[in-house]
Every structure is written in C-alpha cells, then in structure tokens.
Nanobody, 121 residues
C-alpha cells in the first residue's frame, strides 16, 4: 500500500490550499482514511476523517474551515483548507484507518510521506 500526499505550499494567512492523497495497492472504496498534521516540535495531531461510506469527522480546530472528501474512482482523498492561519503550518499526512479510533495516530497505518503547508502572517 502506498499513499502519496501532494498540494502543500506557502500561502498567506486567509488563503486556501487543496491537498490530495493518492492511494494504491488497496481496495480504496472499502477503506477509511484521515489527514493528520505535525508541526515542528509538536506531536502528530488528527485533522479530518472520512469513512468508506463518506461519513466525515473533524478536529475542532479546523471545523468549518477544512473539508475532507474522496473520489473512489481516482483512489484519492482531498483536504480543502480555507481561511488558513499560521497555526495551520505543519506537515500534513494521510493514512489508512486500521483500528477502532477515528483520531488516534496509533490506529492508522500506511502513512504517506507528507506534504508541507506553510502559512505566513
């Protein structure tokens, strides 16, 4: 299984970015995935989840600003990020859910390499 995250970059506060995570080597439509992020010196934290059925769940810090979606035909999950602020600066990772928790990194597997998002003030 491989996950390839892309779409990161440098953006000014208030701007938007759309991240993509292309998956291969798994039955994508049967799997649930999530986005996590890790800022320098901090632990990896949950951002957004999308179930195989399309159900979604968000961290409180991004609710109303970020939208997770999936395209099963393209085996890709997206993260639309609006109203970005400097606190959103981090490496963003996608991963496949492998355990019972929606938000714990330890219940996820097949981590992609991450894509860096930098938000300037």
């Amino acid at each position: 299984v491989q996950l390839q995250a892309s779409g990161g970059g440098l953006v000014q506060a208030g701007g938007s970015l759309r991240l993509s995570c292309a998956a291969s080597g798994l039955t994508f439509s049967s799997n649930s995935l999530a986005w996590f992020r890790q800022a320098p010196g901090k632990e990896r934290e949950f951002v957004a989840y999308i179930g195989w059925s399309g159900s979604t769940y968000y961290a409180e810090s991004v609710k109303g600003r970020f939208t997770i979606s999936r395209d099963n035909a393209k085996s890709t999950v997206f993260l639309q990020m609006n109203s970005l602020n400097p606190e959103d600066t981090a490496v963003y990772y996608c991963a496949v859910r492998g355990g019972s928790s929606l938000t714990s990194p330890t219940d996820y597997r097949n981590w992609g390499q991450g894509t860096l998002v930098t938000v300037s003030s």
